[in-house]
T-cell receptor, first 117, second 115 residues
């Protein structure tokens, strides 16, 4: 079974600075999807960014970008120009290829990010 | 687009009662729905996966007689917590997608408190 590991339970960053959240995963599959979700205090799950494993280019969404290292099975999230609204719980998630069954998202334990004004 | 509505958002009930949580896809047909449980300050744990018209597939350790899941239509799935007890208190989140290659969309969750 696939596992997702987030080794940083908590992180903090100064407003306007950059922070990187770590994520590693374990899989024997070659084709899969990786995601970062944000969960603010409202507990709504918000998709931040996604990456297809077959794509070598790192995904970016405005201030959010990933460093995808397939061989190392690493998928870190970089938040640039951090804003107070970025404070939340961040979950890294893995999804198997669609042709392998129901393929639900498998989540890491999360990293709580605090943004300091 | 791709809105998932979950109801109720918060429910408090007495021990021994049954509670039903609804999950609706408002603007797409959800061929697959997922139910997650989240304890405070913890991650989302998958409880079960349901495909429209089929019986739900439960994860190991989840009591299917305690957590009844029905996915009777392409826009509605329900989770019924039967004979609820305080240890069933948790945050329950549903998620839905319209196809195998489509992303999962999440409801806003239901906070269940059993007294």
């Amino acid at each position: 079974a696939q596992t997702v590991t987030q080794s940083q339970p908590e992180m903090s960053v100064q407003e306007a600075e950059t922070v990187t959240l770590s994520c590693t995963y374990d899989t024997s599959e070659s084709d899969y999807y990786l995601f970062w979700y944000k969960q603010p205090p409202s507990r709504q799950m918000i998709l931040v960014i996604r990456q297809e494993a077959y794509k070598q280019q790192n995904a970016t969404e405005n201030r959010f970008s990933v460093n995808f290292q397939k061989a190392a099975k690493s998928f870190s999230l970089k938040i640039s120009d951090s804003q107070l609204g970025d404070a939340a719980m961040y979950f890294c998630a893995y999804r198997s290829p669609p042709n392998s069954g129901n393929t639900p998202l498998v989540f890491g334990k999360g990293t709580r990010l605090s943004v300091i004004a | 687009g791709a809105v998932v509505s979950q109801h109720p958002s918060w429910v408090i009930c007495k021990s021994g009662t049954s509670v039903k949580i609804e999950c609706r896809s408002l603007d797409f047909q959800a061929t697959t729905m997922f139910w997650y449980r989240q304890f405070p300050k913890q991650s989302l744990m998958l409880m079960a996966t349901s495909n429209e018209g089929s019986k739900a597939t439960y994860e190991q350790g989840v009591e299917k007689d305690k957590f009844l899941i029905n996915h009777a239509s392409l826009t509605l799935s329900t989770l019924t917590v039967t004979s609820a007890h305080p240890e069933d208190s948790s945050f329950y989140i549903c998620s839905a997608r319209s196809g195998a290659y489509q992303p999962q969309h999440f409801g806003d969750g239901t906070r269940l408190s059993i007294l």
